[in-house]
């Protein structure tokens, strides 16, 4: 029999935390059975993405994740990220998370969690200023369609709200090598809003520490055009996944084009383009 492997974010991959939504974006893998479940991961991607913006050092990474979801939807999760650029730590950055998900009626589901992060010191990532993240989400399936509305408290050293609304598709292409598998097509649309304090510390940081070394720069230097405590359009994304499933792995490939709002430059509002290969593996 096909099982499939559905999913939820826990924080901003297609951020937030899909996996590129946040950048910081993972997903967990539920079965439609509600049992215990313990979920790894590892995931490529070719620029680190925070709602759809990025450091001006293009930063490719390596993230690590295991979570465990009990029968009554209480999950605990932690993720290590290793950046690839040159002279970088081990680990740029180390999440642990902790939340709950539950059936609201049906096809609503709700969420809500907590995240701790710890970033190296002198970290180039732009949310590093963010070390604690409030999450609550409600997901509807429409059936033609499923929409996610999420919001995050992110503090620490700086302050920042966010908001976004993700709408997608699944559709199933059939299999490939037997009944037990099946190719997946997700395309999705997402836009993102907040506030951006975590960018004017990015701009103060870049300021006192330069540019960091062994990696390539944007040509343009990231410049606030609005108060940071403005609540505004952050960004608009497109995504695609493209994945093949069976009943314990899902391997799958993503694209994100994310247009900036303006809440930078003009000079460097130049579209975003991100790339992820990922691997999942429940027990």
């Known amino acids: 029999m096909k099982v499939k492997l559905t999913f939820l974010s826990l924080f901003a991959l297609f951020i937030g935390t899909s996996l590129f939504a946040q950048d910081t974006t993972l997903r967990s893998t539920t079965s439609a059975v509600r049992s215990p479940s313990l979920t790894v991961a590892a995931i490529y991607g070719n620029n680190a993405n925070y709602y759809g913006q990025t450091a001006e050092e293009r930063l490719p990474y390596l ?47 709700g969420s809500f969690g907590y995240t701790r992060s710890f970033f190296a010191k002198n970290s180039p990532l732009l949310q590093a200023t963010n070390e604690n993240t409030l999450s609550a989400s409600v997901i509807y399936d429409w059936n033609f369609l499923k929409s996610a509305l999420s919001t995050y408290y992110a503090f620490g050293t700086s302050n920042d709200v966010f908001l976004t609304l993700n709408n997608s598709k699944s559709f199933n292409l059939g299999s490939i090598l037997s009944d037990k598998d099946y190719i997946s097509f997700e395309p999705g649309f997402e836009i993102a809003s907040g506030t951006v304090q975590y960018l004017e510390e990015y701009i103060v940081r870049r300021d006192n520490q330069g540019p960091m070394q062994g990696g390539p720069r944007f040509p343009e230097y990231t410049t606030l055009t609005r108060s940071a405590s403005t609540f505004d359009m952050l960004s608009y994304s497109g995504t695609l996944l493209l994945g093949y499933n069976r009943s314990h792995y899902l391997m799958e490939a993503g694209y994100q084009l994310s247009f900036l709002g303006r809440n930078i430059s003009a000079t460097n509002r130049k579209p975003r383009s991100f790339f992820n290969l990922s691997l999942y593996y429940q027990f």
């Open 63 to 109: 993230l690590t994740n295991g979570s465990y979801r009990l029968a009554n939807g209480i999950y605990f999760s932690a993720s290590g990220y290793r950046l690839l650029t040159y002279g970088q730590p081990m680990l740029a950055e180390v999440d642990l998370s902790a939340g709950y998900e539950a059936e609201l009626a049906k096809s609503l589901t």
